[in-house]
């Protein structure tokens, strides 16, 4: 069962900045963040991971709070082509079998 | 590189038939996962494979399912008799393995429907 709260949708208008919310308040002090999101009709797509600090890629930022109970998924120019179901993760590295998408967020990006 | 191949894309079939699904997962990867996906359940990790070896078959629902992977570019997930039930979206997805290297990449998924 998923380890992680997500609100089950939020709206952005496109270019600005969308920022996805999780909770997870029982994360183990070596299981990382990780989030995905799947578009429409396509297999789920890796985004980005972190541990402890901020990490940032060419596709978003991931903040996450110093106690780790929370992290925020952050897309910083939203497009139309964003629109996806997103869903954070909490896992130690290679659990595979207890690596739970659960329900994401489904982010509309609206023009 | 070509991604992680799944055919067929769709799948319509009558209960009771054999389904056999199958896919190549990105060269030079370890790992292989089959993945089922309703709206009811979500996305439900089935099997994993390290190394063309069976690791955790605890997600496969029961004895009709059966997955192989007779080498590390092939693995099929195969349902017999198949039900209406099954119906859903079958991904494959594979990893690298190693240190950081455990993302997970996604096929394009096998439509079922079986009536």
């Not at chain 1, 179901?85 to 659960?102: D, R």
């Given at each position: 069962?998923?380890?992680?709260?997500?609100?089950?949708?939020?709206?952005?208008?496109?270019?600005?900045?969308?920022?996805?919310?999780?909770?997870?308040?029982?994360?183990?002090?070596?299981?990382?963040?990780?989030?995905?999101?799947?578009?429409?009709?396509?297999?789920?797509?890796?985004?980005?991971?972190?541990?402890?600090?901020?990490?940032?890629?060419?596709?978003?930022?991931?903040?996450?709070?110093?106690?780790?109970?929370?992290?925020?998924?952050?897309?910083?120019?939203?497009?139309?082509?964003?629109?996806?179901?997103?869903?954070?993760?909490?896992?130690?590295?290679?659990?595979f079998?207890?690596?739970?998408?659960?329900?994401?967020?489904?982010?509309?990006?609206?023009? | 590189?070509?991604?992680?191949?799944?055919?067929?894309?769709?799948?319509?079939?009558?209960?009771?038939?054999?389904?056999?699904?199958?896919?190549?997962?990105?060269?030079?990867?370890?790992y292989l996962f089959?993945?089922?996906?309703?709206?009811?359940?979500?996305?439900?990790l089935?099997i994993y494979f390290n190394?063309?070896?069976?690791i955790d078959?605890?997600?496969?629902?029961?004895?009709?399912?059966?997955?192989?992977?007779?080498?590390?570019?092939?693995?099929?997930?195969?349902?017999?008799?198949?039900?209406?039930?099954?119906?859903?979206?079958?991904?494959?997805?594979?990893?690298?393995?190693?240190?950081?290297?455990?993302?997970?990449?996604?096929?394009?998924?096998?439509?079922?429907?079986?009536?």
């Amino acid at each position: 069962d998923a380890k992680t709260t997500q609100p089950p949708s939020m709206d952005c208008a496109e270019g600005r900045a969308a920022n996805l919310p999780c909770n997870h308040s029982t994360i183990s002090g070596n299981e990382y963040v990780y989030w995905y999101r799947q578009i429409h009709s396509q297999g789920p797509q890796y985004i980005i991971h972190g541990l402890k600090n901020n990490e940032t890629n060419e596709m978003a930022s991931l903040i996450i709070t110093e106690d780790r109970k929370s992290s925020t998924l952050i897309l910083p120019h939203a497009t139309l082509r964003d629109t996806a179901v997103y869903y954070c993760i909490v896992s130690y590295p290679y659990n595979f079998n207890k690596f739970y998408f659960g329900s994401g967020t489904k982010l509309n990006v609206k023009p | 590189d070509a991604g992680v191949i799944q055919s067929p894309r769709h799948e319509v079939t009558e209960m009771g038939q054999e389904v056999t699904l199958r896919c190549k997962p990105i060269s030079g990867h370890d790992y292989l996962f089959w993945y089922r996906q309703t709206m009811m359940r979500g996305l439900e990790l089935l099997i994993y494979f390290n190394n063309n070896v069976p690791i955790d078959d605890s997600g496969m629902p029961e004895d009709r399912f059966s997955a192989k992977m007779p080498n590390a570019s092939f693995s099929t997930l195969k349902i017999q008799p198949s039900e209406p039930r099954d119906s859903a979206v079958y991904f494959c997805a594979s990893s690298l393995g190693g240190q950081g290297k455990e993302t997970q990449y996604f096929g394009p998924g096998t439509r079922l429907l079986v009536l």
